[in-house]
């Protein structure tokens, strides 16, 4: 089985190349399009940020959302890693490689090429002037870098965040696809029962999530969920005020208690001074 997740800038090689891999490994190709239509079973309409518009609001008002934020990562990354427990697929798009970190067999990629040679493929492809491609590129990559500052707090040009770093001036899509196919195809990227059974984990821990932003009683919890799938365990952590600290815990449990497959709930908490 694999899993590669490619992002870029403004290029659309990355399609190209996508489907290069699709034809050779034999498996689909999924965008992040295809993650929301998959993610609506789960509420992420609810969210409103399933919209690529969104990315053109201020900071200012992503601040005020955290809450959705965290339905919406949560409702993301079940659907994503529903489509990963069906089988082999490549991801083209944007930031999906952090929703798949805990993952060890995923093979991420970055596409990257100096800017004049963005501007020249835009100018090609786009039936741009100079001018507006520039304009076009800058846009791009300032949405994306107030994007993934607002999901993750990172800055996903880093190359730390992958596996592999191409230059598409210096290297075409076919030696490239060719030397994705032979790197998937190593033992560091094919997965095993080990890394099979942290996708289910990862899955039934993004549910149970789900649940707690859904309830009117445990929404915009601050936990951290660690989910055993085989024996239906959660283990949950997270702050709790010394005032109401039972309650808390028991609106935990009672939304947790209905999510499919689970079957035990450990509560750790950490309690808090409201005045601290």
Known sequence: MNIITISRGSLSATEKLSEKISEKLKCPVVTREDVIKAAEKYGIKETGLGDTTFIDKSP???D???DRKKQYLCCFQASLLDIALKGSFIYHGHLAQFLLKDIPFVLRVLLTAPLEFRVDTIMKEGGKTKEQAQSYI???DERREKWSHFLYGVDWKDPAHYDVVFNLKKMNLDIVSDLLVNLASSGEFQ?????LKILKNLNLAAKANISLQQST????SDVE????ADSGLLIVRGNTPKVGSRMWENDIRNVLSKVEGVKEINVIKSVISYYE
């Open 60 to 62: 200012s008002i992503w």
């Open 64 to 66: 005020k959302l955290s």
């Open 138 to 140: 800058n846009l791009i």
């Open 191 to 195: 997965s095993g029962p080990e890394s």
């Open 217 to 220: 009683r445990t929404k915009g």
């Open 225 to 228: 969920i660690e989910a055993d």
